[in-house]
């Protein structure tokens, strides 16, 4: 990258990262997208911030379209081109954001993965064959447990610590994007399988290790008694979703998507479902809202007038 970009990316990384407090994972893809966005543009020619045109911005979308992205990854990019520029005035690099008034494409909004009740009730009960008294087997029921009963994210599931938790008070504290933290209800069966993995399994699994305290405080140990990684939760969930012969795509994530599609068709309103998912726009919790098509056809067959003959 030339110098024309190279100082003022550097600052809008430390201001998204440091002043903002935005996780690293989302500072990497920040990154990733300025640099894709200033390698096309050094390819028309453009090497200075205040080289680029609303036009200029229009065509990179264009590109990415002529390209094969999705609308969502579309949105993104240009979502994080909108912060740079926006960044960019604020630090008086540039007199207009020529960004501000290109529009994301719209596309098909696609629904998040999710399983019925009955589907997580079949692959919680996956997660405890192959022994019951085994550690492992004892971790991966809690596991799931927890992170159904809290709709965690991966990350925060792996990054929870002893001491974040209370069986007494059924309360867990996470720590979500940004460092922010936040206290999540713990259920019952969640309590049971964590508090059983706890006095019958965590044990075994620490004496195996020799890492540094920071690792052996983590809630989930791998079979070393180490901090378990966010390659063997997948692992995990894939399992498990084998055993229950689960047809449907499964990965962490997919418990996040039951546990909010569930709490709102049980009646939750749609800002309590963002406080516990951790959501900074309740616009990001409203994919959640979505009717199934199964619960569409039951509620006009029952509802409207001439539904029937």
Known sequence: MTSGFTRLEEQFLVHI???????????????SDINKYVAWLQSRGIHDVNAISKQDVEDYVAALDIAG????????????LHEFHRFALSQHAVL????????????????????TVDEVACLLDAATMGGATDPVVLRDKALLEFMYATGCRVSEAVGTNL???????HVVRLMGKGSKQRLVPLGSYACTAVRQYLDQARGVLEAKSSAKVSERRALFLNKRGRRLS????WEVVKAAGERAHIDKPLHPHTLRHSFATHLIQGGADVRTVQELLGHASVTTTQIYTHVSPENLIETYLTAHPRAHR
């Open 69 to 80: 992205e999705s609308a969502r990854s579309k949105a993104r990019r240009l979502a994080s």
């Open 163 to 169: 001491e974040d938790i209370d069986l007494d008070e």
């Open 17 to 31: 990262g440091v002043e903002r407090g935005l996780a690293d994972a989302t500072v990497r893809a920040y990154e």
């Open 96 to 115: 207009d954001d020529v960004s501000a008034t290109v529009k994301a494409p719209k596309g098909a909004s696609s629904l998040p993965d999710v399983l």
């Open 230 to 233: 966010r390659q063997s939760v």
